[in-house]
């Protein structure tokens, strides 16, 4: 339908809808935000800048009484030896058995040792500990032991409720049951 067809009538209400509503927007443009000056330039010096060439770590600074104090708080405090015969131990001993120590700390640590358990003085000597504490309640037993294979099949074929498929007839898969007459008989 064009508007010609419609009548005057019809353009006049049109027109006067548009014209108590508002109208039709005619150029709609976007306006834009304005800007602040201060922080245009801020950003504008913040994305200046160019390729970093020969970039180095920068470590900070180490006070030396601050790693001194750390140093001693790790180590729980100023150590304190008892006599001249701990302080040498305490510089000598390998930490990694007896074997790799002098035979004079050797001598030493099994001058110490021979108060106690014999055990102790092995593991020492070995690095290890080898006599470990046996605590039945977290015993796990025996380690595992193999077992043979099953000597009987996993799986067992007994039949079922389905008779075995013996010929097909027509391409059609049969089971034959020699209960039933295999033809029909009119009797």
């Known amino acids: ?10 353009d006049e209400k049109v027109d006067e809808a548009l014209a108590t509503q508002g109208g039709a927007i005619r150029k709609a443009r976007k306006k834009s935000p304005k800007k602040n000056g201060k ?5 504008a010096a913040s ?10 770590k920068k470590s900070p600074k180490k006070e030396p009484k601050v790693q001194e104090a750390l140093a001693a708080s790790m180590q ?11 302080k040498y131990l305490h510089g000598e001993l390998s930490g990694r058995g007896g074997k790799l120590d ?3 700390v050797r001598q030493r640590m099994h001058a110490l040792m021979s108060q106690y358990h014999p055990a102790l003085f092995s593991s020492y000597m070995k690095g290890r500990v080898h006599d470990l504490p046996h605590d039945p309640h977290w015993d796990l037993g025996a380690p595992p032991q193999q ?3 099953d000597p009987r099949p996993t799986f067992v074929d ?3 409720s ?22 029909f008989e009119i009797v």
């Open 1 to 10: 339908m064009k508007a010609s067809d419609t009548g005057p009538e019809l």
């Open 39 to 43: 922080v245009e330039e801020a950003l």
């Open 47 to 56: 994305m200046q800048g160019g390729a970093i060439r020969k970039p180095k």
């Open 76 to 86: 729980g405090g100023k150590l304190r030896f008892y006599d001249p015969m701990h």
């Open 102 to 104: 002098t035979p004079f």
């Open 147 to 149: 077992t043979r294979p």
């Open 158 to 160: 007994h039949g079922g």
């Open 162 to 183: 389905l008779s075995a498929l013996t010929h097909s007839e027509n391409g059609v898969l049969q089971a034959h049951d020699n209960r039933w007459h295999p033809h």
